[in-house]
């Protein structure tokens, strides 16, 4: 099921040296037949941080690769053209020079910077020439409930405006009903939208009840080309959580045992602590194996992560705690 | 490696726990260590070593208990134990709060030592084993204080021997020491040789909690000083965890002595897998059930049996799941597997894998230490029960696997075993869950979920991995006794005769087996004199064949056990009916065979107990535990199955149907044989059970000597329970022969019981088991 580590790329964009998620036909038996014990996925997500622990060195390699796979995300409605450009500033920079030369790791940069659609066009003027890509959140977000043709074409105007990736919400209602024929149709739609853009549902996870749901829309969404799968909008009371990551993982591998195809995992909301992001990522190492630790296949939406990130790279460095104060901000 | 390098490869590095404040402690110890002895430690010995089996270090010098320590210790806990029990439960509960407290306190210096001592990850000593050490504390500083008034009429058993594996060394010592401290006992016990060491620290927090002098006693060593303990006349208990080897032989060697025992032995758990199972929960609920400790759990999960269907693309995912496995430092906070516990264990795991020439053996691609005790997690697929591997318990992380089709077939696949222990079942259909939960031969089932564990809830086998449970309200039967006191029973003869029969009419008796009356195989009987010398009539004498047929009739009578007890009772009653309206006859013959006058009393006693046992019959019900999971573990008692019992020789009537009466109102099959002086009031019985709508087999009876019957009964491996109330004292030559099965026993030891009483809720007790069923839910 695993293979082989591949070397990091200095392109971030899904599925860049993987053949992309074509999609197939949707196969309700499939959908259908999917599981989830709550009880036991809690026990393994609980006990999880227990058995892996990362230290020295190989706790700052990981810091760092978090970074690599950070969405730095900024979704308010008070954003302006001079928030976003300080937000791709940290984008670009993300942890101080000297650090990162210390770490051996000059030059180091977030996964993509993720906005609005009006704040796309300044994105990426603000990013050219980084390789990092632009993210957009689409199709009405967070609550993905305007008119469908306008939704679609939302799409469209994000990825005329230069968006490398779209992060479309699904409606939570086809899941909700069990209508998997609408909630895979609307995703298509989407994916074919998109273009050549790559495209990362959201589930909005904590709005849709049961962790069977979460392994079922996950699925349909792969069915439906999804390039990646992304917990929540950041907007819902319930985010990104260790068991919901256990589903979607899982769905992730099955789908590939089943079409040899790899789709992204991303975790969104909720993810504000160094020591967290290890445990995603050790998460994501136990179950999916290495390939996906890598930011075409994996990232964090995060606002706040990348603060204390800084402060344990820091200490890493100096042996001393640090104080957020020292660190740049966005 | 650099930052960068790790950067690209992702890989874990070493987390390492300190070992630096355990090693500080044995050394301030002086390394070397003797026994816990009356408050105190003794001079150390210079005997045996105790060694990190992770890299063969050598961690302390440890004493081998002589006779003489032993004989101090039993002393020691003796002279103790009056005035521990007198303290009352509040004054004992105060004790045991301050040892949960004092473990707790020092959780990560008795985790550390654990895990150095015994090589199980430092996740599992810290996460699972301590936690769960200082909850049994806890939790039993509760039983202590509500002794007196939830458990009226119990006392304490005196001086208990136990004797501990070294598995979960800690652990077990907590599961033995504090019910039996609660309920007011005092203790001398012997950890394994291989992991004495977080004992030792434990005596040291008995000091520090100021428990009084000789209460607890540790004595180390080997096997030897094990079987000193058992055979050690000063000891009221021996309650053992370990092989189901060592078990029977501890059987053997109690029988007779009138020493209490509870045993918890080996096990060959099934996990049962359906097809509508979350399966990568069921792939990640193996990791927990037989790559836990290295899988050198009594109760792992170690046979997998999966539905047909999906058994390909379960074991695909499972042989994945296994290569991400690490191994390792048992010290390392990043290791799932640590060390297994000695080269000796080792060796065996390897010689009965390497032994297997059948299925498929696949071994974990997983990176292996250079050094120490470690053995690769092992899955071997596509094995018939017939395989010895199926059977036999391998106590090492090493999983073996066939299939089924349908849950009749998984429910017999899974039963097919001599143990009894524990069994997981993975399902999303709670229909099929709590069909199959019952049907388990096992004293514990999880669902969707093993290896749970909890103070409240009750832990102990059926079959050969044991009897007595350990923890919850059904564990402190296994360290109390009632408190009346008893006499000497004297035996019961038959009165001899020469004279003619009283009545020329001829009444034929005969045994009764399978709702039939029935000829004994041997052909012969005796006569029955009263008193006077008058001929009553005569008695078959039954002999083996007879046994064999009467467990035979129970057994194809186990519909029975899934009777409601709704119509138990109506049938009780009806007994009870039919039996009143023979009372005269009854009381009649029940003079004329005994010589005495009590015979009209007898019967209305016999009614009452009929009565009471109807009543009983829906009421005598479970528990729900208040475990610390969501979701509810179901203390579910259910039947013994078939038991077979020696009837009173002092009370015909009464005293057969006061044994019979609560056994089958609980769902057991019996095969009864009659008082041996008296035996045809019983004869007579059995035509009210004909007439009262009692199943066939449910009851049988034989009649015969009950020194000839005993050693039959005991021995037949078919029987769950055998029980003496004879006056012939047959209880040695039960407990001896009964090691065969390990099935339960209770004997009299010689001590007389009043009849005229009602002991109802002993009966019922013994003629149940209690299964407690895991169901953790959640949507």
Redesign the interface.
């Known amino acids: 099921?695993?293979s082989p580590?591949q070397?990091?790329s200095p392109h971030q964009l899904p599925q860049t040296l993987e053949p992309r998620n074509p999609g197939m036909d949707l196969d309700l038996d499939w959908v259908r037949g999917q599981?989830?014990?709550?009880?036991?996925?809690?026990?393994?997500a609980q006990?999880l941080p227990?058995?892996?622990?990362?230290?020295?060195?190989?706790q700052?390699?990981?810091l760092?690769?978090a970074i690599s796979c950070i969405d730095l995300t900024t979704l308010s409605g008070d954003d302006t053209e001079g928030r976003v450009r300080r937000l791709c500033a940290k984008a670009r920079q993300p942890v101080d020079a000297g650090m990162l030369a210390r770490?051996?790791?000059p030059g180091l940069t977030t996964g993509a910077v993720c906005v609005y659609h009006d704040m796309i066009a300044c994105a990426v003027d603000a990013l050219r020439g980084s390789g990092i890509p632009v993210a957009a959140v689409s199709t009405g977000f967070p609550a993905g409930l305007s008119p469908l043709a306008l939704r679609i074409e939302e799409i469209r105007h994000s990825v005329a405006a230069g968006a490398a990736e779209i992060d479309i919400v699904i409606s939570r209602r086809h899941v909700l009903k069990g209508d998997w024929q609408a909630l895979y149709d609307e995703m298509r739609s989407f994916r074919e939208a998109c273009g050549d853009a790559h495209v990362k549902a959201i589930l909005a996870t904590g709005e849709l009840g049961?962790?069977?749901n979460v392994a079922r829309a996950s699925l349909v969404c792969m069915m439906a080309g999804a390039d990646f799968i992304k917990t929540s909008t950041g907007k819902e009371s319930v985010n990104a959580t260790l068991p919901v990551s256990?589903v979607m993982g899982?769905a992730i591998r099955d789908y590939f045992?089943r079409t040899g195809y790899r789709v992204g995992y991303k975790p969104a909301g909720g993810i504000s602590k160094a020591k967290d992001a290890l445990t995603y990522?050790?998460l994501i190492?136990?179950e999916l194996g290495?390939r996906w630790?890598q930011p075409d296949l994996f990232r964090f939406g995060a606002s706040s992560l990348l603060g204390d990130i800084e402060r344990q790279l820091e200490h890493h460095l100096t042996g001393h705690y640090s104080a957020s104060y020292r660190h740049a901000m966005a | 490696?650099?930052?960068?390098?790790?950067?690209?490869?992702?890989?874990?590095?070493?987390?390492p726990e300190s070992a630096a404040e355990a090693l500080a402690w044995i050394v301030d110890q002086g390394a070397k260590f003797g026994h816990f002895i009356d408050g105190g430690f003794t001079a150390p010995g210079d005997d045996f070593t105790s060694r990190n089996p992770a890299n063969g270090e050598t961690l302390a010098t440890l004493s081998q208990a002589t006779r003489a320590d032993v004989d101090a210790a039993v002393a020691a806990a003796r002279k103790a134990q009056p005035k521990w029990e007198k303290l009352a439960g509040p004054g004992r509960a105060k004790y045991l709060y301050a040892i949960a407290r004092l473990v707790q306190k020092h959780a990560r210096l008795f985790a550390v030592l654990e895990t150095l001592d015994n090589g199980k990850p430092i996740?599992e000593s810290?996460?699972i084993d301590i936690p769960l050490v200082h909850r049994h504390f806890y939790y039993h500083a509760g039983m202590a204080q509500l002794m007196e008034a939830e458990l009226p009429g119990r006392a304490a058993l005196g001086v208990c021997g136990q004797i501990i594996p070294w598995n979960f060394p800690l652990l077990m010592l907590a599961w033995k020491v504090a019910p039996a401290l609660a309920m007011g006992n005092t203790v001398v016990l012997k950890p394994a040789e291989y992991t004495s060491l977080s004992a030792l620290l434990f005596a040291d927090i008995c000091r520090q909690a100021g428990l009084p002098r000789g209460v607890v006693n540790i004595v180390t060593g080997d096997g030897d000083v094990g079987e000193m303990i058992v055979a050690h006349d000063g000891i009221d208990k021996i309650a053992f965890t370990g092989s189901t080897e060592v078990g029977r032989r501890i059987r053997e060697a109690t029988a007779g002595s009138g020493k209490a025992l509870t045993l918890e032995l080996g096990g060959k758990s099934p996990y049962i897998v359906f097809d509508?199972?979350?399966?990568?929960?069921?792939v990640?609920?193996l990791v927990?059930a037989i790559w836990f400790n290295q899988g050198q759990v009594c109760c792992a999960g170690s046979r997998l049996l999966v539905q047909e269907g999906i058994a390909a693309p379960f074991h695909?995912k499972l042989k994945?799941r296994m290569?991400?496995l690490r191994l390792g430092n048992p010290l390392d906070?990043?290791v799932?597997i640590g060390a297994v516990v000695d080269p000796v264990q080792l060796a065996a795991i390897t010689a009965l894998v390497e032994s297997n020439r059948e299925g498929e053996t696949y071994r974990a691609n997983v990176e292996m230490p250079v050094e120490g005790c470690f053995y690769p997690p092992t899955l071997i697929t596509g094995l018939a029960p017939a395989a010895r591997l199926m059977q036999e318990e391998i106590f090492g992380p090493v999983l073996v696997s066939t299939t089924f089709r349908t849950p009749a077939e998984a429910v017999a696949l899974a039963n097919n075993t001599r143990y009894g222990l524990a069994a997981s079942l993975?399902t999303?259909n709670v229909n099929l869950a709590l069909d199959m939960a019952p049907q388990l031969v096992a004293g514990v089932v999880w669902v969707?979920?093993s290896n749970l564990f909890d103070a409240a809830a009750g832990f102990g086998g059926r079959r050969e991995s044991g009897f007595g449970r350990e923890g919850g309200w059904e564990g402190l039967s296994a360290y109390t006794r009632p408190a009346a006191a008893t006499r000497p029973l004297a035996p019961v003869t038959a009165f001899a005769g020469d004279k003619g029969p009283a009545d020329p009419l001829d009444r034929t008796a005969k045994l009764y087996i399978a709702g039939k009356q029935a000829r004994p195989d041997g052909g012969y009987c005796r006569n029955v004199y009263g008193k006077s010398g008058a001929l009553l009539g005569q008695a078959p004498l039954a002999n083996r064949k007879d046994v064999r047929n009467a467990v035979e009739a129970a057994q194809a009578a186990a519909g029975w056990s899934r009777t409601s007890g709704h119509l138990r009772a109506q049938i009780l009653y009806y007994i009870a009916e039919n039996l009143s309206a023979r009372g005269d006859e009854f009381a009649s013959r029940i003079n004329a065979l005994t010589g005495a006058r009590s015979g009209q009393k007898e019967v209305e006693a016999t009614i009452e107990r009929l009565f009471s046992a109807a009543a009983w019959a829906d009421k005598f019900d479970g528990q729900v535990h208040n475990v610390p999971?969501?979701?509810v573990a179901l203390a579910m008692r259910e039947a013994v199955g078939t038991i077979g019992a020696l009837c009173p020789d002092e009370a015909p009537l009464l005293g057969l149907v006061s044994i019979m009466a609560p056994a089958i109102a609980m769902g057991n099959r019996m095969v009864l044989v009659a008082s041996e002086p008296f035996p045809l009031a019983a004869c007579d019985f059995y035509q009210v059970l004909e007439t009262s709508d009692l199943p066939a087999g449910v009851v049988n009876i034989l009649t015969g000597a009950h020194g000839e019957l005993a050693s039959p009964l005991a021995g037949h491996h078919d029987i769950d329970a055998v029980w003496s109330f004879s006056s012939t004292d047959l209880g040695a030559e039960i407990e001896r022969t009964s090691a065969g099965n390990l099935k339960r026993t209770w004997v009299n030891n010689g001590r007389a019981r009043d009849w005229r009483q009602d002991h109802s809720r002993a009966f019922l007790e013994a003629a149940t088991e209690v299964k407690n069923i895991w169901v953790?839910?959640?949507?």
Not at chain 1, 50 to 58: D, P
Not at chain 2, 3 to 8: G, T
Not at chain 2, 276 to 282: G, K, N, T, V
Not at chain 2, 776 to 779: A, D, H, Q, S, V
């Open positions: 099921m695993q580590t070397t990091a599981q989830a014990n709550r009880s036991a996925i809690e026990r393994r006990s227990g058995r892996r622990s990362l230290k020295k060195e190989h700052a390699a990981w760092l690769k770490l051996g790791l049961t962790l069977r256990l899982r045992d990522l050790a190492k136990d290495d630790l | 490696m650099t930052v960068k390098e790790i950067f690209e490869t992702m890989d874990y590095g070493p987390a996740r810290r996460d509508d199972a979350d399966l990568d929960s069921a990640e609920g927990d695909r994945a290569d991400g906070k990043c799932d993975w999303e969707n979920a999971i969501r979701g953790p839910y959640g949507e």
